[in-house]
């Protein structure tokens, strides 16, 4: 099955940029997708198709995607933004064919 | 509006059965696909099932065999069915719209979530 590996934690100022790496074999050939998730709430979309943002998701969060690893960014971090990150691919090959990372806790200091 | 919430979770015995369900509004379950995502107590997101719009079903290896993904056209309603419950399925259970295309699958809406706790 397809791997998807992130740094358990993440801490930032706030007014500073935050980098959540999710790391897979050949990552950079698949669409990656990212979700913020914050305690006790349901996940939400905030990073689609490697890089576009849904309608309502500030322009701080981006993301990119190359090589083995893929990256969401956010700039300008606010206390808002502290919550757990996962990313997520969709691999026909892969059994399950939807894979989540193993999740990223932003912490903002 | 796109609105996704469910029932049916609860404490149940190891063995025993629950049916969940995810009822939809906003749009059509049929025309979609749809999906349950849990999350263990403190753990990370695992997908469990999906459902295409031509009525194909897939699930995780570890729900195989045990677990049923449905849905009901006329209640624009999403269900799974779970059997043979096993302490290591206690999680919330998420329903989760699916969207994209191919190459390129991803959950745009998600429900609130129904806890399940499989427990003697």
């Known amino acids: 099955s397809y791997v998807l590996t992130q740094p358990p934690s993440v801490s930032v100022a706030p007014g500073q940029t935050a980098r959540i790496t999710c790391g897979g074999n050949n990552i950079g050939s698949k669409s990656v997708h990212w979700y913020q998730q914050k305690p006790g709430q349901a996940p939400v979309l905030v990073v689609y198709d490697d890089s576009d943002r849904p309608s309502g998701i500030p322009e701080r969060f981006s993301g990119s995607n190359s090589g083995n690893t893929a990256t969401l960014t956010i700039s300008r971090v606010e206390a808002g933004d502290e919550a757990d990150y996962y990313c997520?691919?969709?691999?026909?090959?892969?059994?399950?064919?939807?894979?989540f990372g193993t999740g990223t806790k932003v912490t903002v200091l | 509006e796109v609105q996704l919430v469910e029932t049916g979770g609860g404490l149940i015995q190891p063995g025993g059965s629950l049916r969940l369900s995810c009822a939809a509004s906003?749009?059509?379950?049929?025309?979609?696909?749809m999906s349950w995502v849990r999350q263990a107590p403190g753990k990370g997101l695992e997908w469990v099932s999906v459902i295409y719009s031509g009525g194909s079903t897939y699930y995780a290896d570890s729900v195989k065999g045990r677990f049923t993904i449905s849905r009901d056209n006329s209640k624009n309603t999403l269900y799974l069915q779970m059997n043979s419950l096993r302490a290591e399925d206690t999680a919330v259970y998420y329903c989760?719209?699916?969207?994209?295309?191919?190459?390129?699958?991803?959950?745009?809406?998600w429900g609130q979530g129904t806890l399940v706790t499989v427990s003697s």
């Open positions: 906003g749009f059509t379950v049929s025309s979609n696909y």
């Open positions: 989760a719209r699916v969207v994209g295309d191919d190459g390129s699958l991803f959950f745009d809406y």
């Open positions: 997520q691919v969709w691999d026909s090959s892969s059994d399950p064919y939807y894979v």
